[in-house]
């Protein structure tokens, strides 16, 4: 038909964030040893628990082997072909922004993440980071009078080391999964984040990651940690240059919510996700689980994922605490030659816990997109409820939509619910619209943004804006 | 008066309109000509055509016109895509509107009024001027406010959606209506809103073609003209009577029929 046609002409992609910043870069070989890592800890001058936690994490790197059961295709990672560590070179230690590299600004304005005290946005503090380090944070003092904890990773081992040693790899163990343990290994930045007891964060948090080097994996770690009866927003958007190579990115990210806590943690991840022939884009290799510690606690993920190759993440909630609330919202849109396999797991350990998951793929192109996910309820986890629904989007014949629920329960006395649907944009659809006067492209536009409507209620205000804008974006093409 | 009408320049003309879907033809030769203030009623069994008719004066992508021509205001729009037709003044009520999942009805209206109105060069509408606006219209139909909220004909009753058509109908002020089996699986409360709120919107500028298999909606509205097709041609034309006429007598009268012309 003509309009599957044109269908896939409005699916074509522009990436609008595939420039390079030039900046002089202090970057290690390539390889990966007990030598690099100890020079990754060293550069950092991290205490020895934490040079430790790294090297046990190799060693069993070493012995795991890389995943295959999600049945990804894509060219064999040399990881021994990776720069561990890249970091613009800057002066040792910056006090203000004044003497972040003006490039480095640059570089996030053009991204729309405006960082100095004139232009930085203004209902939402950022931590921006680019490749391997944390360039600057904003709204720090602010938030610090709330007794807010929001900077680098490798700032608060330095500054709050207690906590770090206390909590990281708590919820996400070193040899949780391969990619978890490669980046327990090298990991270099990411996000930290520490809401004391009975405190709602005043702002949403936010961090930025930007890869910018060609050659070097991202491998950010983030750690969020919300004390009793607290509550934080937390974003994160991602983007990366169009490089025809492949990028590794092997993130982690751990919450932990005790009594009464609440963590909303949403992305926006927009890496590149290489050309129409399938040629280059990020590898993506998440870890995120976030522990629901405390009684009554609530965990909730949304993600909009729109880039990447290859998408493989599984943002997790483990329910431990009485009444304890998990959530998963995720529009995955794949095109071309993308793959992604995400959804979520849901582990009810205690009783009457909670979760909902709302996943919505769009596959266009020749692309494949996979909902994979576990809802478990334990031998205590009485009187549990679980809701999933999973709702796939064809655009196009060419793409390939998967739904994987898994579901065990040990416990009788719970209740699993699991829906889930595929559709495909109809002629008579697009027609309806087009004979009311709308433009092809935002008869599509308006259709896809509909299917997503679920999730999108989920995200922040101005993110919702932004996803709703991006998936335009990327649904933005000439029409026939 | 019928003279006078045709003094104007006509709205919609069909030239000896054949079109085929996957290589089988529909229709063999249709002419039709509608002029300023006229009502045509086209007449028909199930699979005679009515329908593709109107899909194809729509712009429908599953057709091919394989002969003739398509002018709307004197300008052939044989070629031009569906919304361009629909910003110019082409209306297709749908015998089974269409559900659209998510997107709001206000949103939906909102952004077809306007894609009309900058056709017309008029101002587009934010949404508290069109809020305005589409109250007003409501009250055409008699549908409640919470219609907006909900996703576009989804969940909505046979009635509900046929009265949403109207209610689209009214907000786009089209130059020609084609109301295809509007008034089907309407109850005579329901009907009687429907006809009522199709003759406030049409006036001595507009055309309406009625597309129906019954003389209820025609008692209502009265036509100028009415149509009788089968297997893909007009094979009898008359006036309002003729209505009657073959509901008295049914369609196998109509089997009689050579092809006029």
């Known amino acids: 038909m003509v309009n599957e046609n044109l269908v896939k002409d409005v699916v074509k992609e522009p990436y609008k964030y595939g420039f ?6 202090e970057k290690i070989a390539k390889g990966l040893n007990e030598e690099i890592i100890r020079l990754i800890s060293q550069k950092k001058d991290e205490p020895k628990y934490l040079l430790d936690f790294r090297l046990k994490a190799f060693k069993k790197w070493q012995k795991m082997k890389e995943p295959d059961w999600a049945g990804l295709g894509y060219k064999q ?29 640059e570089t996030f304005d053009k991204l729309g993440i405006p960082l100095t005290e004139q232009k930085k946005l203004t209902n939402v503090a950022v931590d921006a980071v680019f490749d391997s380090v944390s360039i600057a944070t904003t709204f720090r003092e602010e938030l ?16 709050h080391s207690d906590l770090i040693e206390k909590y990281l790899g708590t919820v996400v163990p070193a040899s949780d999964n391969y990619f978890a343990a490669l980046n327990s290994a090298v990991f270099s930045d990411g996000s930290f984040v520490y809401i004391p007891k009975g405190v709602t964060c005043p702002m949403d948090l936010s961090s930025y990651f930007r890869i910018n080097s060609g050659d070097s994996g991202q491998f950010e770690r983030t750690l969020i940690i919300a004390e009793e009866s607290s509550s934080v927003s937390y974003l994160e958007g991602c983007t990366a240059p169009m490089f025809d190579t492949n990028t590794l990115h092997a993130a982690v990210v751990e919450l932990i919510a005790l009594d009464d806590a609440s963590i909303k943690y949403s992305t926006v991840q927009n890496w590149y ?3 129409e022939e399938g040629v280059g884009g990020i590898f993506n290799f998440v870890t995120k689980r976030g522990k629901c510690l405390g009684k009554r606690s609530k965990i909730s993920w949304s993600q909009v994922e729109t880039g990447s190759a290859i998408t493989w993440k599984y943002p997790s909630c483990l329910l431990l605490g ?6 998963f919202y995720s529009v995955a849109l794949t095109n071309n030659l993308q793959q992604a396999d995400t959804g979520t797991k849901m582990i009810h350990i205690g009783p009457k816990t909670k979760s909902t998951i709302v996943s919505k793929g769009i596959s266009a192109g020749n692309s494949i997109n996979s909902y994979r996910g576990l809802v478990k309820m ?6 549990s409820r679980n809701y999933s629904q999973c709702d796939s989007m064809l655009i196009g014949d060419q793409a390939s939509a998967n ?6 329960s040990q416990q009788p006395n719970s209740e699993i619910e699991h829906e889930a649907s595929t559709c495909r944009i109809s002629e008579d659809q697009l027609f309806y619209l087009q004979s009311r006067g709308i433009e092809f492209e935002e008869a599509v536009s308006m259709m896809v943004s509909g299917f997503c409507r679920d999730v999108f209620n989920q995200l922040p205000m101005e993110f919702a804006a932004e996803a709703d804008k991006l998936l335009a974006l990327k649904l933005e093409g000439s029409v026939g | ?43 028909g069994r199930n699979g005679c055509g009515k329908s593709t008719l109107s899909k194809i004066i729509a712009g429908h992508p599953s057709y091919n016109i394989t002969n003739g021509d398509i002018k709307f205001l004197g300008e052939n729009i044989n070629s031009l895509e569906p919304e361009e037709r629909a910003q110019s003044g082409i209306f297709l009520g749908f015998q089974y509107p269409i559900e659209i999942p998510g997107v709001s009805n206000l949103e939906f209206l909102r952004v077809s009024t306007n894609a009309r109105r900058k056709f017309l060069n008029k101002e587009e509408l934010d949404t508290f001027d069109f809020e305005e606006l589409v109250k007003e219209k409501l009250e055409i139909v008699k549908m409640d406010h919470a219609f907006l909220s909900r996703s576009v004909n989804q969940g909505f009753s046979g009635g509900e959606k046929k009265r949403n058509e109207i209610l689209q109908m009214a907000l786009l002020e089209p130059k020609i209506a084609i109301l295809d089996e509007t008034d089907s699986g309407l109850d005579i409360d329901a009907l009687r809103i429907v006809a009522s709120g199709i003759k406030k919107i049409s006036n001595a500028q507009t055309g309406i073609i009625l597309i129906t298999h019954y003389q209820r909606l025609l008692d209502e509205i009265e036509p100028n003209y009415v149509h009788v097709m089968s297997d893909g041609q007009i094979i009898k034309t008359g006036e309002s009577d003729l209505a009657l006429e073959l509901e008295e007598k049914g369609y196998e009268w109509t089997d009689n029929f050579v092809k006029e012309t």
């Open chain 1, 144 to 159: 610090a009078e709330h007794g807010v904890i929001f900077c680098s990773i490798s700032e608060a081992v330095k500054n």
């Open chain 1, 378 to 383: 334990g031998t205590k986890a009485k009187g």
């Open chain 1, 403 to 408: 739904t994987f629920p898994y579901i065990k």
């Open chain 1, 77 to 105: 990672i040399d990881y021994q072909d990776i720069i561990y560590y890249s970091a613009p070179k800057q002066k040792e230690k910056i006090s203000s922004l004044d003497e972040v590299d003006p490039k480095l600004l």
């Open chain 1, 273 to 275: 996700a290489g050309d």
């Open chain 1, 20 to 25: 390079v910043t030039d900046i002089e870069t």
């Open chain 1, 322 to 327: 009485e009444e304890s609330v998990g959530e």
């Open chain 2, 1 to 43: 008066m019928q003279s006078k009408m045709k003094e104007s320049e006509p709205i919609l003309e069909v030239e000896n309109l054949s079109a085929s879907t996957d290589n089988l033809p529909i229709l063999k030769g249709v002419s039709l000509t509608v002029y300023p203030g006229e009502i045509h009623a086209i007449m």
